[in-house]
């Protein structure tokens, strides 16, 4: 599947320069012809989603204006309420809207299938989820983990009609025929044992030996076309290796970023003198496993140019089954770079209700095995955290061949210029008074930004002058820029809380500077619990104090110094602000090490990152 079109997230780092190879009349032609095979692949599996996605990559007041559109006049018993609240990002109120509605017509009862499908809850189907058409009960079950049963129901519906003579229609019978290929193509490579054959390449000269380790990395995407939190740490560790004397290339997954919508990508992007190479055929292969093969033989191209010494990948597993077919193929060491917890990241991306039935689905299960399964095969595995290590280990990974290289501070942020809050914060055009708190982060649920909205608003009904900036964008910033009006903290001319979006990237230092304190409110997910953000990094690092949910990640991440509260709390969260204005306003600081950190002392940087991965990679070439 293509990555969605969002969200886009404010950069923490410098805006990069880029450079790239100018696109010819070849590639040009090839990328339409790439996307178009996107789009269409799109049209057939989840046609909502593209237009969700598309949805996504307009600004936000086209974004609004749409919504508005689709909704307007629409009486309450239409389905225009609920397809404007999902293209608004708005999933609850599509659900109620989506409860009141009576969908007449056999295309009215489709639409309101696909918004059924697109907010979770299959109860809201016409007829409920056991009456749905074959391939939307697959699509529900799938989606929910249950994989075996999800190829089940397609099988049923096969069974029922052997041929297209006198059963379904043979579009819906080659329909099905499709789905069910695709589906178990994608249930084969995350299961066990499934690894792709060796993939040489023509012409293998063997690597080109010389006295800093030579390494090729797969990513999953990459600057310029990305600027996630994904995106900026590989950006950051690439930099830290070339400047630790490492000779790399970097190449991006296959048909990145024309699959989500860079129709111009050019086949290699120089930023900050690091090479992005792409893999852009003209159409891709029709199913997960064939995607796989498809992206392996291009990436042993790369090879044979490039001949590194040392294979280097991220999480997830589908980079890792290429790049142990491709290090197989051309007798290479390879590394696994596990950044976060792919089955854990799943389970946070469903509807809160489903969350404890994801934990115990089939793919869930079937990914925690398939993501130990690969990290036992690499020759070194890297991860993020202890926590992380910790659990590998538990899960039978050799002690030995994991190492740990957190998340950590770029030198141009220790070198910035102090500046106060209010000081920062009058250069932004904001209020220069007030006790300012608040992030800049990626806008998703698990992130708990709603906590923090109902913490101001407590704080301030306590008598503190408690405003609020969360800076990014995201599937979230709709529902939160609606309850801090519903709060009262959005009123015209207050200035009392702020949701600007997306930034330019040589702004965002600002926003962190701006603030009294940062904060990390996340919810209590075994993500959360699990992967450690980079954020709370860069704000330690600019002097500010960080107020943290009390999960083992954040702790980690802020060396137990964060000012910790209970995760959704919103009450003691508004406590904590209090505290913190308070001894603002008295004039007389907490002296406690977590509340009045020295600025970056102590905290890891990408120097030290890039000669541990140097470290790592002449360990294993």
């Given at each position: 599947m293509a990555e969605p079109l969002g969200p886009r997230v404010a950069s923490s780092a410098h805006s990069p320069a880029p450079r790239a190879a100018p696109p010819t009349a070849l590639t040009g032609l090839r990328a339409v012809g790439l996307l178009a095979d996107t789009v269409a692949r799109h049209m057939t599996e989840d046609p909502l989603l593209l237009a969700l996605q598309s949805a996504r990559r307009l600004p936000h007041g086209g974004r609004a204006v749409l919504s508005a559109a689709v909704?307007?006049?629409?009486?309450?018993?239409?389905?225009?309420?609920?397809?404007?609240?999902?293209?608004?990002?708005?999933?609850?109120?599509?659900?109620?809207?989506?409860?009141?509605?009576?969908p007449g017509s056999a295309l009215g009862r489709r639409l309101a299938a696909e918004i059924a499908l697109a907010v979770g809850l299959a109860d809201l189907l016409p007829g409920g989820a056991p009456a749905a058409p074959p391939r939307m009960r697959a699509r529900d079950l799938w989606s929910r983990g249950h994989l075996d049963e999800a190829i089940g129901a397609l099988d049923t519906a096969l069974a029922h009609s052997p041929s297209s003579r006198g059963g379904l229609p043979g579009g819906r019978h080659r329909s099905i025929r499709t789905a069910r290929a695709r589906l178990s193509a994608e249930l084969a490579t995350?299961?066990?044992?499934?690894?792709?054959?060796?993939?040489?390449?023509?012409?293998?000269?063997?690597?080109?030996?010389?006295?800093?380790?030579?390494v090729l990395h797969l990513l999953t995407n990459s600057l310029p076309h990305t600027q996630s939190g994904y995106a900026m740490r590989s950006h950051h560790l690439l930099l830290a290796q070339q400047r630790a004397g490492e000779e790399l290339r970097a190449v991006t997954r296959i048909g990145y970023p024309v699959t989500v919508g860079r129709v111009r990508a050019a086949p290699r992007d120089i930023v900050d003198g690091v090479e992005y190479h792409r893999l852009l055929p003209s159409r891709l292969a029709p199913t997960p496993a064939a995607r796989l093969a498809q992206t392996a033989r291009l990436l042993a191209r790369q090879v044979a140019a490039f001949r590194p010494e040392v294979l280097h990948t991220t999480t997830n597993y589908v980079n890792a089954?290429?790049?142990?077919?491709?290090?197989?193929?051309?007798?290479?060491?390879?590394?696994?770079?596990?950044r976060g917890m792919l089955e854990y990241t799943w389970v946070a991306s469903r509807p809160p209700e489903q969350q404890a039935e994801a934990l115990a689905s089939q793919r869930f299960a079937l990914l925690r095995a398939k993501e130990t399964e690969v990290a036992r095969q690499a020759d070194a595995v890297i991860v993020l955290s202890a926590l992380q290590r910790d659990d590998l280990v538990a899960r039978g990974v050799p002690a030995e061949r994991i190492t740990v290289v957190p998340n950590a501070v770029d030198g141009e942020v220790l070198a910035v210029k102090p500046r106060?809050?209010?000081?920062?914060?009058?250069?932004?055009?904001?209020?220069?008074?007030?006790?300012?708190?608040?992030?800049?982060?990626?806008?998703?649920?698990?992130?708990?930004?709603?906590?923090?909205?109902?913490?101001?608003?407590?704080?301030?009904?306590?008598?503190?002058?408690?405003?609020?900036?969360?800076?990014?964008?995201?599937?979230?910033?709709?529902?939160?820029?609606?309850?801090?009006?519903?709060?009262?903290?959005?009123?015209?001319?207050?200035?009392?809380?702020?949701?600007?979006?997306?930034?330019?990237?040589?702004?965002?230092?600002g926003w962190y500077q701006a603030l009294d304190a940062f904060c990390a409110p996340?919810?209590?997910?075994?993500?959360?619990?699990?992967?450690?953000?980079?954020?709370?990094?860069?704000?330690?690092?600019?002097?500010?104090?960080?107020?943290?949910?009390?999960?083992?990640?954040?702790?980690?991440?802020?060396?137990?110094?964060?000012?910790?509260?209970?995760?959704?709390?919103?009450?003691?969260?508004?406590?904590?602000?209090?505290?913190?204005a308070q001894a603002g306003t008295d004039a007389a600081?907490?002296?406690?090490?977590?509340?009045?950190?020295?600025?970056?002392?102590?905290?890891?940087?990408?120097?030290?990152?890039?000669?541990?991965?140097?470290?790592?990679h002449e360990e294993v070439r």
């Open positions: 909704g307007a006049g629409a009486t309450g018993d239409s389905l225009r309420p609920a397809l404007a609240a999902l293209l608004a990002d708005r999933p609850a109120l599509a659900a109620r809207a989506l409860s009141q509605a009576h995350m299961s066990p044992g499934f690894a792709l054959p060796a993939v040489p390449s023509r012409g293998w000269q063997g690597p080109l030996r010389s006295e800093v380790p030579r089954l290429v790049v142990s077919a491709v290090a197989r193929g051309h007798d290479l060491p390879w590394i696994y770079e596990m106060s809050p209010a000081e920062a914060r009058a250069r932004l055009g904001l209020p220069t008074g007030g006790f300012w708190v608040g992030s800049v982060s990626s806008l998703v649920d698990y992130e708990g930004f709603d906590v923090l909205l109902r913490a101001v608003a407590l704080a301030r009904g306590q008598g503190v002058d408690a405003r609020c900036a969360i800076v990014g964008d995201g599937v979230s910033r709709p529902g939160l820029v609606a309850l801090a009006e519903d709060l009262g903290l959005m009123a015209p001319g207050s200035g009392v809380c702020v949701l600007p979006g997306r930034v330019p990237a040589d702004e965002a230092l996340r919810r209590d997910t075994p993500v959360c619990r699990m992967v450690t953000p980079l954020k709370p990094l860069t704000a330690q690092a600019l002097g500010r104090p960080v107020i943290a949910s009390d999960l083992p990640a954040l702790v980690e991440v802020t060396r137990g110094g964060g000012l910790l509260f209970p995760a959704g709390d919103a009450g003691a969260l508004a406590e904590q602000i209090r505290r913190l600081p907490i002296r406690a090490a977590h509340i009045t950190p020295s600025a970056g002392i102590g905290l890891p940087t990408w120097e030290e990152n890039g000669m541990a991965v140097r470290t790592i």
